[in-house]
């Protein structure tokens, strides 16, 4: 595949090309795989950059940048770099100011507005054409959602096992074991599927204290009873 695409440019560009050149473009389909779990997904940013007429721009220095036709000022925000990608918040085309919608044409002149308040959101995959902009935006879309689950965990498991006595930081070990009961890997992991609902405080507590929870049971039974 390798010496495909390395023979596929040098017929198109009508002269040979250094190694380097030739193996950029692989070399940076192996940085998006590292961040893609889904094999599908790693396919889907293959074909959006191997297929597709291009539109070059410029940016405010002069360099020219070629995107796929198609693309937004996030496209070229995250080409430029995946920081100012991340903090892209509008654009200047041509000295006027343009939605993140806008679909950059050949000789448009861009200059990426930047905010440290901005972040990606799920919107914007249904706007970028670039391989490394979908790539970025899904890994720290994913980044976000573990953030916030890691929270939830933790207040939905410190209130659980507040009611038995006992804390998070003094059951770390046993959480461990817990999670390598439930096939998690450890605590941190445990932590973050009861944040996303997949593991309930119950399951936890049966592992951890089992005795106290078939006791709780026997009572709850004898009592309806």
């Not at 721009?57 to 937004?72: E, I, N």
């Not at 925000?77 to 041509?94: F, L, P, Q």
């Not at 939605?99 to 249904?126: C, E, F, H, M």
């Not at 916030?148 to 507040?162: F, M, N, T």
Request: glycine residues 8%; hydrophobic residues 35%.
């Amino acid at each position: 595949a390798e010496y495909g695409i390395a023979a596929h440019w040098k017929y198109k560009e009508g002269k040979p090309l250094d190694d380097d050149a030739k193996f950029a473009w692989i070399r940076q389909l192996m940085e998006h795989q590292k961040e893609l779990r889904d094999p599908t997904e790693f396919l889907e940013t293959v074909k959006l950059d191997l297929f597709g007429d291009e539109v070059y721009v410029f940016t405010p220095r002069g360099d020219v940048k070629a995107l796929p036709k198609g693309s937004t000022p996030i496209d070229l925000a995250y080409a430029v770099h995946s920081s100012i990608g991340d903090h892209c918040s509008g654009a200047r085309v041509n000295g006027m100011i343009v939605p993140l919608r806008y679909q950059l044409r050949n000789g448009d002149t861009v200059d990426i507005i930047t905010s440290p308040n901005q972040k990606p959101n799920k919107d914007w995959l249904a706007l970028v054409k670039t391989a490394k902009a979908r790539t970025k935006i899904r890994y720290l879309l994913r980044k976000e959602q573990r953030e916030r689950a890691i929270g939830l965990g933790k207040d939905i498991l410190e209130k659980g096992l507040r009611k038995r006595g006992l804390s998070l930081t003094r059951s770390d070990k046993e959480l461990d074991h817990v999670a390598r009961e439930l096939r998690l890997g450890d605590s941190d992991e445990l932590i973050i599927q009861v944040g996303y609902g997949k593991v309930t405080v119950t399951q936890v507590l049966e592992k951890l204290l089992p005795d106290d929870v078939k006791k709780a049971e026997a009572e709850k039974e004898k009592s309806e009873g």
